[in-house]
């Protein structure tokens, strides 16, 4: 097990989470028994290949998809046991998603897109433009609040999707390649900026990328390989030997 002095409980605990696809007449077997703890205001970073099962990891770990087999717990709930009903209250309310590509609604500003979650979860349309605005202030869109997505540089939309995915201040963020369409220096001030806002929120984050430079910034760095996670200075990261135990606390 990699571990320091832990200070505090984690707040996700994955324990032998196994995920097969049929493939071709087969079963591929994407990921094989992984292992995982996130604790408060840390930041993961999960490297790996393109195909490695990273975005597999994250869909399971968001509740947008389910284990063959292995628990996936935040604190002592079993998401994996949940209901569909209390899973998408997860997704609502405890998790916030960043991908690759931003998704923003192309019909709406960018103050909107911020504000969607929040109506959706029951806020007051003035609460939640309020909230929005900040948002977007915090990541330093607060001169583009009524520009529309096409209006934006892709730098600035993924900055938009990142202040939405803090709209309900979610405990956790799963982020999921979200500099790989951005050039190097914006991708760069992006990571920046998603660092910082972690730590000043005191919130958990893991972000799946192939950019090893970029990962270097994060607290822990795990590395996917053969379905298996490994600290990423391991041996075993580059020789896919037995499956470690990974306590992401540091």
Known sequence: MVTGTVTAEPILT?????????SGGKQLHVLR???LQVYPGKVVAVLGASGSGK???????????????????????????????ARAGLRSSFVGFVFQYHHLLQEFSAVENVQIPLLIAGAEPGKARQRATQLLEMVGLGERLEHDPSRLSGGEQQRVALARALANDPALVLAD???????R??????YGLLYSLAREGNQSWIVATHNEYLARLADIRLRLKDGVLYPATSPESDAGLSSPTIGAES
Do not use: F, M
Not at 185 to 190: C, F, I, V, Y
């Open 14 to 22: 994955v324990r032998g989470l196994h995920k097969t696809y049929p």
């Open 33 to 35: 028994g992984v292992d």
């Open 55 to 85: 975005t597999t990891l994250l869909q399971l770990i968001g509740a947008l998809d389910r284990p063959d087999s292995g628990s996936i717990l935040y604190h002592d709930k079993d998401i994996g046991e949940a209901g569909e009903e």
């Open 177 to 183: 390649e979200p500099t790989g369409n951005l050039d």
């Open 185 to 190: 220096p914006t991708g760069e001030a992006l």
